[in-house]
Every structure is written in C-alpha cells, then in structure tokens.
C-alpha cells in the first residue's frame, strides 16, 4: 500500500471513529445528522433549506423532513425571507444554541479523556497537516 492509500485509510478510521465517539446519546432524540445540521446552523446563522439539501447530499423534501424534527424538538425556528418568500430560513433556538454550546464543551471533554496520553506537540503537529490537507482539498475543490 502506497502512501496515498494509508493516508486515506487513516482518514476513513479517524473519521468513523470520531463520529462514533461524539454521536449523540440515544436518550437526546435526535440522530448524528441532525446533530451535524445544528452544527452547521450554528457555524453560519442561519441556512437555508435547499442548502441543507445541497450540504448533506439529499433531496429538498428529506431536508424539510430534517427540519420539521428539529423543530418539533424545540431547536430550530424557520423564518420566511422578506425579499421571497419562497425562502424558508432556518435558525437555532435558544434551546438550539444550548444544545450546541453544551454538546460542544462535552465532546472536548470526551477528546481531552480519550487523547490525554498524546502529547500537545503531536495534537499540534496533527492539526498542522489536517488544516494543510483541508486548504490544498478546498482548493483543488474550487476550481473544479
């Protein structure tokens, strides 16, 4: 196996483990998706509809269908565009940002439990080549 091909085998474990470890607690009702999505509106603001669709990959409906069980959990409002209103944005709730902000601080402390024996200068250097990688992907991705 050539270098190449070890690194995206350690990317593909590194991703399927982390998503393992920070995937909510079943007892919070809401999958890792939807998670991720809450994530996502956090980072932004606020998003629209089509782009959860074009975001995750999936069709315009099964983003509404996100959408109405995170809203009906309390964690999401949508609000039409004044401009059109054929635009339905989305933004977290208060209980939304809660949500976010205290599953964040949980998922640092569950990395701090699980990589205290890896030392600062190697989570640095990781991070390093992780954010070199990421900016030379994004890259080759814009000029497509």
């Known amino acids: 196996m050539n270098i190449y091909e ?34 996502a509106i956090y980072n932004h603001g606020q998003i629209k509809t089509t782009d959860i669709a074009n975001h995750f990959g999936i069709t315009p409906g099964a983003a509404t269908s ?9 964690l ?17 709730s208060d209980k939304g940002r809660e949500y976010v902000v205290h599953t964040k601080k949980r998922n640092v402390e569950k990395l701090e439990q699980i990589l205290f024996s890896v030392s600062e200068e190697k989570l640095q250097a990781t991070i390093q080549a992780i954010d070199e990688i990421s900016t030379i992907f994004k890259a080759v991705n814009t000029n497509k």
């Open 6 to 39: 070890q690194l995206i085998v350690s990317l593909k474990q590194i991703h399927e483990e982390t998503v393992e470890v920070l995937r909510p607690n079943e007892n919070e009702g809401i999958s890792h998706g939807q998670m991720f999505l809450l994530f």
């Open 66 to 74: 996100i959408a109405d069980k995170l809203e009906s959990l309390g």
């Open 76 to 92: 999401i409002e949508r609000q039409r565009n004044t401009q059109d209103r054929r635009v339905v944005m989305i933004t977290l």
